[in-house]
């Protein structure tokens, strides 16, 4: 059986500020930015192409000419559209749609230049700054939390506990365990810390 759509179940407000690839029965590809009201924004200047009829809490239904609406944005990745919220480490996705891995950061309004992005060259460190006029949006991996029970480890391979919703370390390294530290929740301080996690592979004796 394969999967549902995204976009099933979803109203036009819940389907809003996302970018998407359109591919219609024609064979026309469209990808833009959607908007609350069943529309896709093709551009900085308003131009808008109708990909549903419904607008707002009514269910978002693609018209009858779209063969397909697929996610282009990782759902691992927090969207950030204020070029002065974004970080060293972001992804600056340019207007383009290429993308390049945030090197420097210049938050001073006199320049037209806030972002510098790493580009390839045979110099590994080497990067250039980019106008504001090409930012598109930026993309920030999410950290990886605990979201079942079970063992996980920690980007330093520390192991961690998750119960009832609940984490605690339980080992440090490889041998120095402890059953009896604090319990956090998934999204503290600590936690987030620790993060990337992954599930830890549990092999019989």
Known sequence: ??????????TCEEMANLHVKVTFVAGAVLTGITDCSGHIRRSRNGSIVPISASRG????????????IELLDDPEYERIDDIHDVCKGDIF?????????????DDDDKTDCTLAVMIQTEDPDSYAWMFNSTFAYALRPKPK???HDGLWLDKDDNTWTMR???VQ???LGADDWC???AWFSPDSVQVLNAAPFRPAKVVEA
Do not use: H, Q
Not at 1 to 10: A, D, Q, T
Not at 57 to 68: G, T, W
């Open 164 to 166: 009832d919703g609940s």
């Open 93 to 105: 996705v340019a207007t383009n749609g290429n993308r390049f891995s945030v090197a420097a950061v």
């Open 57 to 68: 809490a009514k269910r978002f239904v693609p018209y009858r000419d779209i063969e397909s």
């Open 169 to 171: 370390m339980t080992c």
């Open 1 to 10: 059986m394969s999967e549902k759509p995204f976009w099933e179940g979803k």
């Open 145 to 147: 939390l605990p979201d």
């Open 179 to 181: 059953f009896t530290r």
